[in-house]
């Protein structure tokens, strides 16, 4: 495991660059930044909550005690949730929701960049597939992703690690569709690799008992190692002083004591709730700002089989289904990503245990106004509204339901169960939106506020359009090319 320094508080009162938060953004962004910044820059990074290592995590798992439980705030008291029955989740601590995420890491498709060119639907990304394409392959080396040689995407080289393997209702899906049904591109080691254990398809995820999944604690990406970084746990970053163009100074409180400090440049990587919170507590009139706040709509399909055990597989989200995804109906309805869910899931029924397959349909949205982020008396806790997603997403739900049967008519169907939409697909988007001009965004391609124009907006809240793709290899992708860029 890297060593993690830090001080307790700020050894001075400017830097080079202040980075808010520790998780993929925040990351990746100081990853590419340290690589070009001289050695006299100065890096401070303030982090709301502490280091939780992956052991003591475990150890709260196996009922054991351990110091550093209850350390960092529960995610569910650090926001106002106007619609108990939507919810959002998050990890707060270092390295942030790399510490509870699956690991599925999927490229999104070129045609989830131009939405509004191809189908007449949503915006265009400033940023195209092509211009990301080095950035998706750098984050996918560091990752150390297991995929497939064939992909629906263009990739330039092969994954760092081989696919996983398939079950036998992937077996007979990829014999039918090809490249549109793919082993999954996941961040779950296929083999054990650089400090990681192989993935054994446990299905418990959240805390990987065997530390199979990327974190950013795992990562030995060195960043919070480099000696021009000083790492400030336990500060939460309230606001911003935000003059003219320029963003001045950072204020956070930490241990109770309100501070401050100055620096050239700042990157919030603190995630969509609190980032568009913070913008917003320091003043930003961008009209988008808080606005758009959504993510995927995602359900549960079961599928039923007739004398077919569906076994095998080597690792949890097994297979990735494009079969729903592009095309000319992306003018009508959302497109839908398929996921072959490999948990353990038993029919009940003697003789047929294993004779079942679970997919999870997982649609994407376009950012609503009416879905946002707002500001309450307490400059930490955001309020946060959310109304539903959007007909266009529900009339993909609608439209799968009619196209699915025929889809998987090369497997031995004996039923079909939808089941109801999830509260949440755990992805956290829009809230300060990508865009060309600040006349219809928040963030330009790289990532800059477009007044603020030393201030970086990290993270899924720059997404333009919500692609059924999982976010996090995109946002991390989107850091790197940002800092890049830009310095
Ligand atoms: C259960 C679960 C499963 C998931 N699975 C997947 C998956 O398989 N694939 C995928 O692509 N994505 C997945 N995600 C989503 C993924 O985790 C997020 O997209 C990703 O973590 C976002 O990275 P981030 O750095 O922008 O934000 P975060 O990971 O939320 O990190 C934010 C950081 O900022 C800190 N912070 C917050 N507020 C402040 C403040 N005011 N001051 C200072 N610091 C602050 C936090 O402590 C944290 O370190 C999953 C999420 C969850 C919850
Ligand atoms: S499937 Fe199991 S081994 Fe693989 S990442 Fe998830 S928890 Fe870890």
Redesign the pocket.
């Known amino acids: 495991m890297q060593r993690i320094f830090h001080t307790s508080q700020p050894m001075q009162t400017h830097y080079t660059l202040i980075v808010?938060?520790?998780?993929?953004?925040?990351?990746f962004f100081l990853k590419k930044y340290l690589s070009k910044a001289p050695a006299s820059a100065r890096v401070l990074v303030?982090?709301?909550?502490h280091l939780y290592p992956h052991a003591e995590r475990l150890k709260e798992l196996r009922g054991e005690k351990t110091a550093y439980a209850g350390l960092?705030p529960l995610p569910d008291d650090?926001f106002i949730n106007h619609n108990p029955k939507k919810e959002w989740?998050?990890?707060?601590?270092?390295?942030?929701?790399?510490n509870?995420?699956?690991?599925?890491?999927p490229r999104f498709l070129p045609a989830d960049f131009k939405l509004k060119t191809l189908y007449g639907v949503g915006s265009d990304w400033p940023i195209q597939y092509d211009e990301l394409d080095p950035y998706y392959e750098q984050v996918e080396q560091i990752m150390d992703i297991s995929g497939p040689a064939n992909t629906p995407y263009l990739r330039k080289k092969p994954y760092p690690l081989g696919p996983h393997a398939f079950t036998e209702v992937d077996r007979l899906l990829q014999a039918k569709y090809g490249n549109l049904y793919i082993s999954q591109p996941t961040a779950r080691a296929r083999q054990a690799v650089n400090g990681r254990a192989g993935c054994c398809a446990s299905a418990v995820?959240?805390t990987c008992p065997v530390n199979a999944k990327f974190t950013i604690e795992n990562s030995n990406m060195g960043v919070y190692d480099d000696p021009r970084v000083e790492l400030v746990y336990g500060?939460?970053?309230?606001h911003l002083d935000l003059q003219g163009s320029v963003a001045r100074a950072v204020h956070?409180t930490q241990g109770g004591k309100a501070r401050q400090v100055s620096a050239d440049a700042m990157a919030l990587?603190?995630?969509?709730l609190?980032n568009a919170n913070?913008l917003l507590n320091s003043g930003d009139t961008n009209a988008f700002t808080g606005k758009g706040l959504g993510e995927q709509l995602g359900m549960h399909v079961l599928v039923y089989l007739k004398n077919l055990a569906n076994v095998g597989g080597s690792t949890w989200?097994n297979a990735n289904g494009y079969m729903l995804y592009e095309g000319e109906h992306r003018r009508q309805h959302a497109a839908c990503l398929m996921e072959a869910n490999n948990a353990p899931y038993l029919r009940v029924e003697r003789g047929k245990w294993r004779d079942i397959a679970t997919f999870r349909m997982i649609f994407e949205d376009l950012p609503q106004d009416r879905n946002f982020v707002a500001t309450t008396s307490d400059p930490?806790v955001p309020a946060v509204h959310f109304d539903g997603p959007s007909d266009y997403a529900l009339r993909g739900v609608a439209s799968m339901k009619k196209t699915l049967p025929g889809i998987l008519s090369c497997l031995p169907v004996e039923k079909i169960e939808f089941q109801e939409p999830f509260p949440t697909e755990?992805?956290?988007l829009g809230t300060t939106r990508m865009s060309a001009s600040a006349s219809d965004g928040v963030v330009d391609k790289h990532l800059i506020h477009h007044q603020y124009r030393n201030l970086f907006v990290?993270?899924?809240g720059a997404f333009t359009t919500y692609s059924p793709n999982?976010?996090?290899?995109t946002?991390s992708a989107l850091s790197l090319h940002a800092a890049d860029k830009s310095f």
Not at 89 to 98: H, I, R
Not at 269 to 272: D, E, L, P, Q, V
Request: a positive charge; charged letters at 5%.
């Open positions: 808010a938060g520790t998780g993929f953004a925040s990351t303030l982090e709301r909550g960092n650090t989740k998050f990890t707060t601590g270092f390295g942030g929701s790399s509870c995420w699956y690991g599925c890491t995820c959240y500060a939460a970053v309230s956070f990587g603190t995630n969509a609190f913070l989200v930490m755990a992805h956290i990290l993270g899924s999982n976010p996090t290899l946002l």
